[in-house]
């Protein structure tokens, strides 16, 4: 069956613009549109980028960012950006490096271009998800062979290189100055052979992959259990330690954890985040699966519950390319 990768959106065969868009450009759209009470106009936008004089070029590619990664709704009748809460809190509102970066990642791993049915532009999968992915296999598969940019597109059945360059330019190492890339990108893949299409090879950092997982999973639980705990006992955290009322069902968390925008490259994914995540906030799990056995978190048990043993905390991202904290 014939397939192709187009961005994610209304259009099915809407493509990424020619360019890359910095992310340090949807970063400053986001900020500004939070600190118009979370809603603004195009025009408004642009002149505030004109002002801090982005590219015009990038100016128009900014909206296709904040539409197609999920950070904002993009109106067509009244040209009016709305962004969506979460980039608002971590992007917008937030003046820390990390939960900047989080939020960034947040709308990149779970947005980027998708992979359609041509016939159908129907089971749109995540493009920077399957991108990853591909990438993941291929130097499994064989660790000692070169990742070029070609041979991934052509292993996804792309028909171009432009917008997996444009989404691997965000996820690549970020610079010390804009001239040599974007401050902002996430360092979770390294580039090699010079920052343009041609001869430009690939390696994923696993570590960098997993911290941001980590941390942003760690920042929904520490609001996701608060939450059950009041719909389940009509108390709060601190009040249900006391009382010894902690044990948080798996199937509440995975429900809630479903509602927020994905992280993870796939559903096989979260049980392991959410492992690393709960030993390092120092809950206990206990379950059985269909084998009768304790393997995995939520995937495959009869029942699953989590043990409280003090208020969620947020995991800070760290490591060596952002130097955070």
């Known amino acids: 069956m014939s397939s192709f990768v187009a961005w994610a ?17 949807a970063r400053e759209a ?25 590219p015009p070029a990038t100016q128009k590619g900014v909206f296709s960012t904040l539409a197609n990664c999920g950070f904002a709704r993009v109106s067509k009748h009244s040209r009016r950006i ?18 900047n970066l989080c939020g960034l990642a947040m709308g990149v791993l779970s947005g980027g271009y ?4 041509k016939e159908t532009y129907g089971e749109v999968i995540p493009g920077t998800r399957r991108l990853l992915a591909e990438i993941r296999r291929i130097s499994r598969e064989d660790p000692t062979s070169k990742i070029t940019l070609d041979r991934v597109c052509e292993e996804l059945d792309e028909r171009g290189t ?41 390696s994923l950092n696993e570590d960098i992959l997993t911290a941001y997982q980590v941390s942003v999973v760690s920042m929904y639980l520490s609001e996701i259990i608060p939450e059950i705990v009041q719909e389940k006992w009509g108390t709060k955290v601190v009040d249900a330690l ?9 199937s509440s968390i995975k429900a809630k954890l479903m509602c927020k925008p994905p992280v993870w490259l796939s559903n096989e994914d979260l ?15 206990w379950g059985s699966d269909a084998r009768g056995g304790t393997d995995g978190l ?18 800070p991202l760290k490591n060596r390319f952002h130097g955070l904290l």
């Open 114 to 117: 998708s992979r359609s049915k």
């Open 298 to 315: 939520l995937g495959n048990q009869r029942f699953a519950y989590m043990k409280i043993t003090r208020e969620p905390k947020v995991i």
């Open 162 to 202: 432009v917008s997996a360059y444009c989404i691997l330019e965000n996820l690549g190492m970020p610079s010390d100055t804009e001239d040599r890339g974007d401050p902002w990108a996430l360092g979770i893949i390294t580039q090699r052979g010079g920052r343009g299409k041609d001869g430009y090879q690939i």
């Open 9 to 25: 959106g209304t259009s099915a065969q809407s493509l990424l613009s020619a360019q890359p868009v910095p992310l340090r450009w």
């Open 242 to 250: 006391s009382n010894k009322l902690d044990l948080v069902p798996a």
């Open 30 to 54: 986001i900020r500004y549109v939070a600190s118009k009470g979370n809603s603004a106009f195009r025009t408004e936008i642009e002149a505030h980028l004109s002002r801090l004089e982005a």
């Open 82 to 99: 709305a962004l969506e809460p979460w980039a608002s809190y971590l992007i917008g509102v937030s003046t820390r490096k990390g939960e």
């Open 271 to 285: 049980d392991s985040v959410i492992l690393e995540v709960t030993k390092q906030f120092g809950y206990d799990w």
